[in-house]
């Protein structure tokens, strides 16, 4: 699996941005889908994750800091994750990296994910 990201950017205090991830070589659904970010100085952390809990249904899980203001979403005819970023806000600065595991259920460990795509950058201005 190939996963090339896009999307980032630099808006103000309070803008939005929507990421995107699209995949290639091979079918898309059944995979845990996440997005990461490390800002400037920072470890790697989790962001979002659209978990596969089998079949066709899917979960999405965020972390503490980006809950109720990042919605993530997949299109699985088109191969893409997307990550909608509303209200951001300037420690949101950093790469941002989907990520990709075969697998049922969830995991926030970055080594848990053996597909990773480039990083995008958002920078957000106060």
């Known amino acids: 699996v190939q996963l090339q990201a896009s999307g980032g950017g630099m808006v103000q205090a309070g803008g939005s941005l929507r990421l995107s991830c699209a995949a290639s070589g091979r079918t898309f659904g059944g995979f845990l889908m996440a997005w990461f970010r490390r800002a400037p100085g920072r470890e790697r952390e989790f962001v979002a994750a659209d978990v596969w809990l089998g079949g066709s249904t899917y979960w999405p899980h965020y972390a503490a800091s980006v809950k109720g203001r990042f919605t993530i979403s997949r299109d699985n005819a088109k191969s893409t994750v997307y990550l909608q970023m509303n209200s951001l806000k300037p420690e949101d600065t950093a790469s941002h990296y989907c990520?990709?595991?075969?697998?049922?259920?969830?995991?926030?460990?970055?080594?848990?994910?053996?597909?990773w795509g480039q990083g995008t950058l958002v920078t957000v201005s106060s």
């Open positions: 990520a990709a595991v075969r697998r049922q259920g969830l995991t926030t460990t970055d080594d848990d994910y053996n597909y």
